[in-house]
């Protein structure tokens, strides 16, 4: 089993950046792969982020040019840094865990999920 807690999610204006951590623990085969996930109010869960114990990095397309995920292993944390941030941009943030099986995208074969942190982005 993988333990993961976010935080970093606030309130924030049109512009501007937040930078969200994952800390994880538990077993690290099933951390072989570490994904960001978003849902609105309405709205399907998305993925927006993934990186993988190699270092290798994956964005959503909506994404690519604001958003920066990284991964501290001596940390066991995992970033998201958002800049530029855009209303549509608000969502409930989810940090999620795998082994390396399937891709970065594939909500389904995520075993673990932490509690979320919102982000709000106001216009």
């Known amino acids: 089993q993988v333990q993961l807690v976010e935080s970093g999610g606030g309130s924030v204006q049109a512009g501007g950046s937040l930078t969200l951590s994952c800390v994880a623990s538990g077993d690290p085969y099933r951390r072989g792969c570490m994904g960001w996930f978003r849902q609105a109010p309405g709205k399907e869960r998305e993925g927006v982020a993934g990186?993988?114990?190699?270092?290798?990095?994956y964005l959503a397309d909506s994404v690519k040019g604001r958003f920066t995920i990284s991964q501290d292993n001596a940390k066991n944390t995992v970033y998201l840094q958002m800049n530029s941030l855009k209303p549509e941009d608000t969502a409930m943030y989810y940090c999620?865990?795998?082994?390396?099986?399937?891709?970065?995208?594939?909500?389904?074969?995520?075993?673990?999920w932490g509690q979320g942190t919102q982000v709000t982005v106001s216009s």
């Open positions: 999620a865990a795998k082994g390396f099986g399937g891709y970065w995208y594939e909500q389904e074969k995520y075993s673990d």
């Open positions: 990186i993988y114990s190699t270092g290798a990095t």
